[in-house]
């Protein structure tokens, strides 16, 4: 039986900004995906902070304090992190 690897267990607790609870804060870890370019020229890079605003067809996202939209299908190529305390109740 093999073991998982730290990038399998790391990988596992990551989650795309469009699957991420609104109200939290994330670390940006990964931008994949055939809009990476455009992605990064609004702002979403790794290691960055991002809070996630509101749900829809597109995502309302707070990023080096300004809002931007970012549609549903970009959303899932930003993948991202908890930050610890930053659960809304």
Known sequence: MSHPSVRDLESDSLQSLSQAKVGCDFQI???????????????????????KLANGRNLICS???????????????????????????
Do not use: M, W, Y
């Not at 870890?29 to 902070?49: I, T």
């Not at 970009?74 to 659960?87: C, D, F, H, R, Y």
């Open 29 to 51: 870890e990964h931008v994949e995906g055939p809009a990476c370019d455009q992605l990064r020229n609004l702002g979403f890079c790794e290691s960055l902070q991002v809070r």
């Open 63 to 89: 990023l080096c304090g300004t809002r931007i939209a970012v549609s549903s299908d970009l959303a899932e190529q930003i993948k991202v992190s908890p930050l610890a305390g930053s659960l809304v109740s």
